[in-house]
Nanobody, 121 residues
Framework: VQLVESGGGLVQPGGSLRLSCAAS????????MSWVRQAPGKGPEWVSA????????RYADSVKGRFTISRDNAKNTLYLQMNSLKPEDTALYYC???????????????WGQGTQVTVSS
C-alpha cells in the first residue's frame, strides 16, 4: 500500500494550491479517503473526507467554503483544492484511507508521507 502526496509549497495569503494523493497497492475505489493536517507543535487535525464514490464529502469548519475534496477512481487519485489560504492553514498535509466512514484520525489505516503547505507573505 502506498499513498504519495504532492502539490504542496509556499503560497501567499489568499492564494490557492491543489494537493494530489496517488494511491497504489490497494483497491482505491473501495476506501473512504481523507485529508489530515498537522501544524508544528500541534496534533493531527482532520480536514476533509470523501466517500468511495465521491458523491459525499465532509469538511472541518475551519476549511468549509474554501477547500474542496474530490477523487478520480479511474486514476486512483485523491485531490484537495485549497483556495483563500490563510497563514493558519500552514501544516504538513497527509492523505489517509479507511474502510469505514470516519473522521477519527486514529481509525485511518494507511497514511502518506505528507506534503508541506506554507502560507506566508
Amino acid at each position: 500500500v502506498q499513498l504519495v502526496e504532492s502539490g504542496g509549497g509556499l503560497v501567499q495569503p489568499g492564494g490557492s494550491l491543489r494537493l494530489s494523493c496517488a494511491a497504489s497497492g490497494f483497491t482505491f475505489s473501495n476506501y473512504y479517503m481523507s485529508w489530515v493536517r498537522q501544524a508544528p507543535g500541534k496534533g493531527p487535525e482532520w480536514v476533509s473526507a470523501i466517500n468511495t464514490g465521491g458523491g459525499s464529502t465532509r469538511y472541518a469548519d475551519s476549511v468549509k467554503g474554501r477547500f474542496t475534496i474530490s477523487r478520480d477512481n479511474a486514476k486512483n487519485t485523491l485531490y484537495l483544492q485549497m483556495n483563500s489560504l490563510k497563514p493558519e492553514d500552514t501544516a504538513l498535509y497527509y492523505c489517509a484511507s479507511s474502510d469505514i466512514a470516519t473522521t477519527r484520525v486514529s481509525e485511518y489505516d494507511y497514511w502518506g508521507q505528507g506534503t508541506q503547505v506554507t502560507v506566508s507573505s
